[in-house]
T-cell receptor, first 109, second 113 residues
Framework: SQQGEEDPQALSIQEGENATMNCSYK?????LQWYRQNSGRGLVHLIL?????REKHSGRLRVTLDTSKKSSSLLITASRAADTASYFC?????????FGTGTRLQVFP | DAGVIQSPRHEVTEMGQEVTLRCKPI?????LFWYRQTMMRGLELLIY????????DSGMPEDRFSAKMPNASFSTLKIQPSEPRDSAVYFC???????????FGPGTRLTVL
């Protein structure tokens, strides 16, 4: 069963704009991860945020976590055409990492 | 390190045939995961190993699927007999720790006719 649900399912923006994707989950977690998947490729880990953290940055990425609302957001600032990909959140429950349904991001040059 | 290696990258077979997918994890990683990705069901965990021992195979769809890890550097996922509904992209991933970031291979795109 899906633990994380991303929103929106698809997002189209122009280069230079910011992209925000949201993830909601159902049960308590130890950490939440975000991954990127380019078309025809495997997933690539972007960032991990632990349950006791509220915000984390990595380059142009900013991730927030609100455990009270069971939600997380991924912000990509100053987007580039190369950011075009699907983005997945993954949450760990007691015994496995469960991936969400993903957000397809299209960045137009 | 070359990352997680999977072979073959593409496999086309006919219904009823045996299919074997292969994976070489990153050296030193204790965990190995097999996933299946389809448009309808997204990314599903099939099975994972810790130090070559299968820990959770609850995601394996049915008895036609089996996975082995004879040593720390090699794992196989076998489907026998294959069916058209098994068509999907199968990913292998590995990690140092269970809740750590996972490193994914490029995947095997399986088409069963």
């Amino acid at each position: 069963s899906q633990q994380g649900e991303e929103d929106p399912q698809a997002l189209s923006i122009q280069e230079g704009e910011n992209a925000t994707m949201n993830c909601s989950y159902k049960t308590s977690i130890n950490n939440l991860q975000w991954y990127r998947q380019n078309s025809g490729r495997g997933l690539v880990h972007l960032i991990l945020i632990r349950s006791n953290e509220r915000e984390k940055h990595s380059g142009r990425l900013r991730v927030t976590l609100d455990t009270s609302k069971k939600s997380s957001s991924l912000l990509i600032t100053a987007s580039r055409a190369a950011d075009t990909a699907s983005y997945f959140c993954a949450t760990d429950n007691t015994d496995k990492l469960i991936f969400g349904t993903g957000t397809r991001l299209q960045v137009f040059p | 390190d070359a990352g997680v290696i999977q072979s073959p990258r593409h496999e086309v077979t006919e219904m009823g045939q045996e299919v074997t997918l292969r994976c070489k994890p990153i050296s030193g990683h204790d965990y190995l995961f097999w996933y299946r990705q389809t448009m309808m069901r997204g990314l599903e965990l099939l099975i994972y190993f810790n130090n070559n021992v299968p820990i959770d195979d609850s995601g394996m769809p049915e008895d036609r699927f089996s996975a082995k890890m004879p040593n720390a550097s090699f794992s196989t996922l076998k489907i026998q007999p294959s069916e058209p509904r098994d068509s999907a992209v199968y990913f292998c991933a590995s990690s140092f720790f269970f809740r750590d970031e996972q490193f994914f291979g490029p995947g095997t795109r399986l088409t069963v006719l």
